[in-house]
């Protein structure tokens, strides 16, 4: 989850979600994230969708308290421990991923930096992730870009349009692959900077 402000009214919704965490012990804690790994194994999911948001705030409560470091519960089947923080791995794909790598679901940290990832994908990962930058570049145009455009609104709308098709194309064509060589990924589903919503991704 990205860093937000502490006073927004989002900040403070995804607390009052986290109180339920708050009083689970070590090994509740453990278990449920152990259970619902074991629910997310074997599928690609959206960022956005609510047991990955579920997951995302136990989980990250179990990192702030080291419960995989304690071993109170097995590493779910399926699953090996991430470099980064040895939770286990649940790898988190981002328009970011041939700069930063797939991202730790659980630190946030380059759990599989690029040079990592299995050959076979890393071609067509740039590929994207070329496109995908220069869709997601218009929204940082500086004034002379925007002026020489001459309807700077189209071309963010255009831009716009262009990253909810590579975001389809990652969630369909580009992820379910990945699933040979780990449990479960994650995909981030939508670009503040661009105003796309998970909602505007249609699959």
């Known amino acids: 989850m990205s860093e937000m402000q502490e006073d927004s009214p989002l900040d403070r919704l995804w607390k009052e979600y986290a109180r339920t965490f708050r009083h689970f012990d070590d090994l509740t804690l453990a278990r449920w994230c152990s259970q619902t790994l074991g629910q997310l194994h074997g599928h690609v999911w959206r960022l956005s969708h609510p047991l990955v948001g579920a997951y995302r705030l136990g989980s990250q409560l ?3 308290r080291q419960v995989w470091l304690k071993r109170l519960v097995s590493i779910p089947a399926g699953y090996v421990e991430a470099p980064c923080c040895r939770a286990p791995l649940l790898p988190l794909f981002t328009r970011d991923v041939v700069s930063n790598g797939l991202r730790c679901h659980h630190c946030g940290e380059t759990c599989v930096p690029f040079d990592e990832i299995p050959e076979s994908f890393r071609a067509r990962f740039e590929r994207w992730a070329d496109q995908y930058d220069e869709a997601h570049e218009v929204a940082h145009w500086d004034d002379q870009q925007r002026r020489k455009s001459k309807d700077y609104d189209a071309a963010f709308e255009d831009a716009a349009q262009d990253a909810e098709k590579l975001l389809v194309e990652a969630a369909t064509e580009l992820m379910p692959p990945l699933l040979e060589v780990y449990p ?6 939508q670009d503040e ?3 796309v919503r998970p909602e505007d991704v249609v699959l």
């Open 62 to 64: 179990a990192h702030d």
């Open 184 to 189: 479960a990924v994650i995909w981030e589903d």
């Open 193 to 195: 900077c661009l105003e």
